[in-house]
């Protein structure tokens, strides 16, 4: 049975896939300088963006959001207001980051 089976609705894969290439984009890195980075190939990175890689395993998702950091808002929200994705400060009030701070993951790859 093919991923299609399994997964009645493929929206969340191509809303996954844009999400991906657009933090890229704001980066200003090209998938073949994000796959360098990231150690995620090149193929795999343009399958996800196009929706096309529905069973890359999470290592691999992960590798891509250690490089991308707040450009690619996976699990927290990078921007300057309040929502459920902003963390949690140690008095358990959310905190604001403030959109790609300079100390996230991206641009201490690139400085």
Known sequence: MGWHARLDD???LVRFGR?????RQIAGISQQRLADLSGV????????ERAKAPMVGLERI????RVLGSAWP???CPH??????????????????GPLARN???WNVLD
């Open 10 to 12: 493929a929206a969340p």
């Open 19 to 23: 999400n991906l290439r657009r933090a």
């Open 74 to 76: 996976f699990g927290e």
């Open 62 to 65: 992960l590798m891509l959001e």
């Open 80 to 97: 300057d207001h309040t929502c459920v994705w902003q963390p949690l400060g140690p008095d358990g009030q959310r905190m604001h980051t």
């Open 41 to 48: 190939s090149q193929s795999v990175i343009s399958r996800l």
């Open 104 to 106: 996230s993951s991206i």
